[in-house]
């Protein structure tokens, strides 16, 4: 089965460090989704990209996140400097777009920020 | 603020008991998905609904989309411990395809 890949599976980090999550969608999927799950806010909409050109960042705050699609094959999102309260599990999901078909997610990156 | 509220939040009901999980918005949806979480992976898509009135079904799962195309229903007959999982309800709005979630039902079977 065609699966979205997320590295790193981990990641511990120190307060004010730079942090690179990575997502190879699955080939041929035009839609990637950023999500952010925590206990107390559930799945966050990040930011999502239609044919490699960003649609809606709104849900990031702008300061120290950026979400990028530098080729078909990877979308990263980067937090710079990073903070406590950015600790979470991170989603990508990629789909083929249109309002018939879902969506695949990837396992997550967990990020500790310590 | 949640756009997409889902009903119960938590559920721990017996083996072989039948239950149904609610998802109610404001807003209407060009389509609605639901998805089932397990620890440590991310969601997989169980099913997407796009007509309003439709029902699909998935062994002993029943899904409905609402007439309005604002809400949905899933329910479980029978219910097993397999069955244990997140269950989360996620709307597409129309135009713009940006794919919101709600909190999810978090759901326990017990033997």
């Known amino acids: 089965d065609a699966r979205v890949t997320q590295t790193p599976r981990d990641k511990v980090t120190e307060m004010g460090q730079e942090v690179t999550m990575r997502c190879q969608p699955i080939?041929?999927?035009?839609?990637v989704f950023w999500y952010r799950q925590t206990m107390m806010q559930g799945l966050e909409l990040l930011a999502y990209?239609?044919?490699?050109?960003?649609?809606?960042d709104s849900g990031m705050p702008k300061d120290r996140f950026s979400a990028e699609m530098p080729d078909a094959t990877l979308a990263t999102l980067k937090i710079q400097p990073s903070e406590p309260r950015d600790s979470a599990v991170y989603f990508c999901a990629s789909g083929p777009g249109g309002h018939r078909f879902g969506y695949t997610f990837g396992s997550g990156t967990r990020l500790t920020v310590v | 603020t949640q756009l997409l509220e889902q009903s119960p939040q938590f559920l721990s009901i017996q083996e072989g008991e039948n239950l149904t999980v609610y998802c109610n918005s404001s807003?209407?949806?060009?389509?609605l998905q639901w998805y089932r979480q397990e620890p440590g992976e991310g969601p997989v898509l169980l099913v997407t609904v796009v007509t309003g009135g439709e029902v699909k079904k998935l062994k002993r799962l029943t899904f409905q989309f609402g007439d309005a195309r604002k809400d949905s229903s899933l329910h479980i007959t029978a219910a097993q411990p397999g069955d244990t999982g997140l269950y989360l309800c996620?709307?597409?709005?129309?135009?713009?395809?940006?794919?919101?979630f709600g909190q999810g039902t978090r759901l326990t079977i017990n033997p």
């Open positions: 080939l041929g999927h035009n839609t």
């Open positions: 996620a709307g597409l709005y129309q135009g713009a395809q940006k794919l919101v």
């Open positions: 807003s209407v949806f060009s389509s």
């Open positions: 990209f239609r044919n490699r050109a960003p649609l809606d």
